[in-house]
């Protein structure tokens, strides 16, 4: 029974041996391409080699024999799948070796039997089968190899992204500021840090929920992101409640400008927090510090300066920007 569109190459210099063959498989519903010459019927391969699910090869031929033409096929890394049957009218072992050798998988011999035939050939294709089903599953698990390739890297970078606000982490911040502290002692140039933290934030999990929380937070750091305009600059989650903004290159009175424009954005967003000792919308408290890096001096410094600011925000009342 014909069930796929593939074809069954006959490859015979004899035109009766052709003819019976043709016949026989037409019979069985087999679909063929029948050619009388090796040279022809590897040009057949060049065309559709996809499409040939099994080849009927003749030993002897002028030209080319069958041997060679087998051998030249079982060389072809796109062809080698192809199961090659010699069809031999010799039934001489020697030249069976030599067929077995190069590659063929089964052989007929001459006065072609019917039974015989369609045995050999439906033996061969269970087997074609069986093998391309092999080598898609191996093709599967390349592919789900390049899969898992593809997630490690995701993975890396993941790494240094808090998961929630899918801000910049506490892991990456730490590496930012160590690349842009060591490059603004080389140029001599400032960095300033702006540690914010949101005020009253306990308060506001107790009475809404540790989820409208984790909501509070996203829209923090998204409206935080929002505000810095410069791509050299940082925003990260510190941890907690607690946000952290790397500026490089950037001077006290520029930074300050910034936390404050930050510390009206939240306000402006209007979250509400009716248990806030401070009124009825969600606020922060900001600290800023500015450093020109010296070989002396080390970042850390500059993180110590910044937070003690942001805790003399929380002293002078919250809501509001301490340099
Ligand atoms: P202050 O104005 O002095 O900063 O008061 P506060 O209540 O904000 O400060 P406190 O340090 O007492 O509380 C911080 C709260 O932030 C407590 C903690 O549960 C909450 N928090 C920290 N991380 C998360 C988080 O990822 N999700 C949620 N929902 N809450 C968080
Ligand atoms: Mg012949
Ligand atoms: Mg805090
Ligand atoms: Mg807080």
Redesign the pocket.
């Known amino acids: 029974m014909q069930k796929t569109e593939n074809a069954i190459l006959i490859i015979?210099?004899?035109e009766d041996i052709r003819f019976l063959l043709q016949e026989l498989l037409k019979r069985e519903n087999y679909k063929t391409i029948v050619v009388h010459s090796a040279q022809e019927g590897i040009s057949i391969l060049e065309e559709k080699a996809q499409k040939i699910n099994l080849i009927l090869m003749?030993v002897?031929?002028p030209d080319m024999n069958g041997i060679e033409a087998c051998q030249k096929i079982k060389s072809q890394r796109k062809w080698r799948d192809i199961p090659v049957i010699m069809v031999t009218a010799l039934n001489d072992m020697e030249e069976l070796d030599r067929a077995f050798s190069v590659g063929a998988i089964d052989y007929i011999t001459k006065p072609i039997k019917k039974r015989e035939l369609l045995a050999r050939i439906r033996s061969a294709l269970a087997l074609k089968k069986e093998m391309d089903q092999r080598k898609a599953r191996e093709i599967e698990l390349l592919s789900v190899n390049g899969l898992l390739e593809d997630a490690v890297e995701k993975l890396k970078s993941l790494s240094s992204l808090d998961g929630l606000t899918e801000l910049p982490n506490r892991r990456r911040f730490d590496e930012y500021l160590e690349k842009e502290w060591k490059r603004a002692v080389r140029n001599g140039t400032k960095i300033s840090l702006i540690m914010l933290d949101i005020d009253y934030f306990k308060a506001y999990n107790d009475s809404k929920g540790h989820l409208s929380g984790d909501e509070c937070l996203k829209k923090i750091a998204h409206a935080l992101k929002q505000t810095v305009q410069r791509s050299a600059d940082l925003v990260c989650r510190y941890g907690g409640e607690e946000f952290a903004v790397i500026l490089p290159e950037t001077e006290l009175a520029g930074a300050e400008q910034l936390a404050e424009k930050m510390r009206k954005h939240i306000e402006h967003l209007q979250i509400e927090h009716s248990s806030s000792p401070l009124g009825e919308v969600v606020t922060i408290s900001v600290g800023v510090a500015t450093e020109k890096p010296e070989t002396y001096l080390t970042w850390e410094e500059l993180i110590f300066r910044a937070d003690q600011a942001l805790y003399k925000a929380k002293g002078a009342g919250r809501n509001t920007v301490i340099t």
């Open positions: 015979d210099d004899a003749d002897l031929m």
